[in-house]
């Protein structure tokens, strides 16, 4: 039996602050400073109080996960936001907007506790204008089986339960799939057919007695509900923030008096869940101190020449912003540096996420120093806090990499989950689809499978000394020290331990350009039911649809050929089209 969920993290060091502060422009650099006003879990020290309540928006922000990304999409369509910080706050807004994030359990204890449950019931009884995403669409339901049966809202008939895996059904259900409106509303108008960005385990299913609630499905083994709009209640399983101009389109048209005059943007019809194309960063401080994205060749980023320097590509918000403009369906930021120092101290990663979360509506994905942290003066951070406030500053998912392996190592040598792992504590408090686990394998040659104790591929190019299979080595520390264990079994058994999603990468094939190992991904993501992302060895566009064809990978990420700019995003999606497999363009 798995221990309750630890209470929802805090922004460190976090204080109460004013309802409405000036934004701070961006600038990411050397060594950037932190700002002197901290977030509280209902602050808003980025928003900006509108002059006219007509243009503001009043937020329910209980502290779990990513809002930063909604107050950055609601600000970029020129609304400003009042926070909620008590249940009276509730009751007078006039605009309502819940960005649910996290577990619906952990959710429910908080509105409970703070006497919001039922402010929020009473304000939708009233039929005030609202908008609930995500975790904010399936709290309004009667119950949900997540580490339940737990109560909701009540206010929509059903329970909540999860996708069903025991079919091969991947969970979770992690990218952009197509809207079938199914009520004609003019919210959204000019969506149907379009891609949305979904990112959930859990789904309410259309009944008799909800079904009047329903403006759209979608279809993921089963349909379920997308959205529900009845009166001036309106809610999105999908994200509109992360939806890119689909997503702010509908997002306006919620949050406008008059939306008449916004228009969904044309788009090629969306039929399914679509293949993702994802733009990597690999971030770290040069000889200078400056911040840069760098690429490696199989993970050494120095140059090749005398001065030995390390690997500029350009600026992390830059690169970001316009891969997001070129049309990549996910942004993930790399920290290499290796978090000798405190992960929380001046890190620049954070101040990256403000930035970036401020001009790219698509997932942002961050890595690196995720772990249980003692600093310099002997305080205890534990890896939920550290996962949090890198939610707070813009994160939708983070990835775990070392940590992960040696939880792995733990489970299938005691066969015991303790449930203290970072991996373990940040997907129960903030779901499985928040958390990626990165896995850095290295090619090791044998003759036969019985050579070793793990689960070997007959490899489609034979070794140095004519070897027919391989195994995957799983490494740590950025690929410089090897562990006993498989790419497969630690796949397994992150699985296992709460990980939502595999980043597969290969350090044989990293920086080779002869694209990605398909003997190890195939392998992997035909022995797991969470979505894998198919990483290192991208050098033309071929590359991608070969993966997609002959793997069940989920989504491919590239870096250095978009960096050098050796192959534009819009010609991998191109391609991928003109070979049958769909995507988002």
Same mark, same amino acid.
């Given at each position: 039996m798995q221990p309750p969920p630890p209470p929802l993290p805090q922004p460190l060091g976090a204080m109460a602050t004013g309802a409405a502060t000036l934004t701070v422009p961006c600038s990411v650099g050397r060594r950037p400073k932190r700002s002197s006003q901290r977030r509280g879990s209902?602050?808003?020290?980025?928003?900006?109080?509108?002059?006219?309540?007509?243009?503001?928006?009043?937020?329910?922000?209980?502290?779990?996960?990513?809002?930063?990304?909604?107050?950055?999409?609601?600000?970029?369509?020129?609304?400003?936001i009042r926070d909620v910080r008590s249940p009276e706050d509730i009751l007078a807004a006039d605009r309502l907007v819940f960005p649910?994030?996290?577990?619906?359990?952990?959710?429910?204890?908080?509105?409970?506790?703070?006497?919001?449950?039922?402010?929020?019931?009473?304000?939708?009884?009233?039929?005030?204008?609202? @908008? !609930?995403?995500?975790? +904010?669409?399936?709290?309004? =339901? $009667? &119950? *949900?089986?997540?580490?339940?049966?737990?109560?909701? @809202? !009540?206010?929509?008939? +059903?329970?909540?339960?999860? =996708? $069903? &895996? *025991?079919?091969?059904?991947?969970?979770?259900?992690?990218?952009?799939?197509?809207?079938?409106?199914?009520?004609?509303?003019?919210?959204?108008?000019?969506?149907?057919?379009?891609?949305?960005?979904?990112?959930?385990?859990?789904?309410?299913?259309?009944?008799?007695?909800?079904?009047?609630?329903?403006?759209?499905?979608?279809?993921?083994?089963?349909?379920?509900?997308?959205?529900?709009?009845m009166g001036n209640i309106q809610a999105v399983q999908f994200h509109p923030e992360k939806s890119g101009d689909t997503g702010l389109s509908i997002l306006k048209k919620i949050l406008s008096a008059n939306p008449s005059g916004?228009?969904?943007?044309?788009?090629?019809?969306?039929?399914?869940?679509?293949?993702r194309v994802i733009a990597c960063l690999d971030v770290r401080s040069n000889d200078n101190g400056d911040l840069v994205v760098t690429k490696g060749d199989q993970y050494d980023v120095r140059e090749h020449t005398s001065s030995k320097e390390v690997r500029n590509l350009g600026k992390p918000v830059d690169l970001a912003s316009q891969y997001y403009i070129d049309g990549a369906d996910e942004v993930s930021f790399l920290n290499i540096t290796g978090f000798r120092d405190f992960p929380l101290g001046d890190l620049p990663m954070l101040e990256v996420l403000r930035c970036a979360s401020e001009k790219v509506f698509v997932p942002l994905t961050v890595g690196g120093g995720i772990r249980d942290f003692t600093d310099a003066n002997g305080r205890y951070y534990s890896s939920l806090e550290?996962?949090?406030?890198?939610?707070?500053?813009?994160?939708?998912?983070?990835?775990?990499?070392?940590?992960?392996?040696?939880?792995?190592?733990?489970?299938?040598?005691?066969?015991?989950?303790?449930?203290?792992?970072?991996?373990?504590?940040?997907s129960r408090v903030y779901g499985n689809q928040a958390v990626v686990v990165s896995i850095d394998p290295r090619r090791v040659y044998v003759n036969s499978p019985e050579d070793v104790p793990f689960k070997t591929v007959k490899v489609s190019s034979k070794g140095p000394s004519g070897e027919e299979y391989a195994w995957y080595q799983c490494t740590v520390s950025g690929g410089r020290d090897s562990r006993?264990?498989?790419?497969?079994?630690?796949?397994?058994?992150?699985?296992?331990?709460?990980?939502?999603?595999?980043?597969?990468?290969?350090?044989?094939?990293?920086?080779?350009?002869?694209?990605?190992?398909?003997?190890?991904?195939k392998m992997v993501s035909d022995a797991v039911t969470i979505p894998v992302i198919a990483s290192s060895g991208a050098g033309a566009v071929e590359h991608f649809s070969e993966v997609f064809e002959k793997t069940n990978a989920s989504a491919a990420l590239a870096a250095g050929i978009f960096h050098r700019k050796e192959v534009p995003i819009l010609a991998v999606k191109e391609h991928l089209v003109d070979a049958g497999v769909e995507v988002r363009v």
């Open positions: 209902g602050s808003a020290s980025v928003s900006v109080r509108a002059s006219s309540d007509a243009n503001t928006v009043t937020l329910l922000d209980y502290g779990a996960g990513n809002v930063r990304s909604v107050r950055n999409a609601i600000r970029h369509l020129g609304f400003g649910g994030v996290g577990a619906f359990g952990s959710a429910m204890d908080v509105l409970n506790s703070t006497g919001m449950a039922d402010a929020l019931r009473e304000y939708i009884q009233r039929d005030r204008p609202f @908008l !609930g995403i995500c975790l +904010g669409l399936q709290l309004l =339901f $009667d &119950s *949900s089986e997540e580490n339940g049966p737990v109560s909701g @809202l !009540g206010v929509i008939p +059903g329970v909540i339960r999860r =996708f $069903d &895996s *025991s079919k091969g059904l991947i969970v979770p259900h992690i990218g952009w799939n197509a809207l079938e409106i199914t009520k004609d509303t003019q919210l959204l108008q000019g969506a149907d057919g379009h891609h949305v960005y979904f990112v959930h385990s859990y789904h309410a299913l259309p009944s008799d007695a909800n079904r009047d609630w329903i403006s759209s499905i979608c279809n993921y083994g089963d349909s379920f509900i997308s959205s529900i709009s916004t228009k969904v943007p044309a788009r090629r019809k969306a039929s399914k869940l679509a293949k550290v996962a949090s406030e890198y939610f707070r500053s813009g994160a939708d998912k983070i990835s775990i990499g070392s940590d992960a392996v040696y939880a792995a190592e733990a489970f299938l040598q005691t066969g015991v989950k303790t449930g203290k792992s970072s991996l373990e504590q940040i006993p264990i498989g790419a497969y079994e630690l796949a397994k058994a992150v699985e296992e331990l709460g990980a939502g999603e595999i980043l597969l990468n290969c350090i044989d094939c990293d920086g080779q350009g002869c694209g990605f190992d398909i003997d190890l991904v």
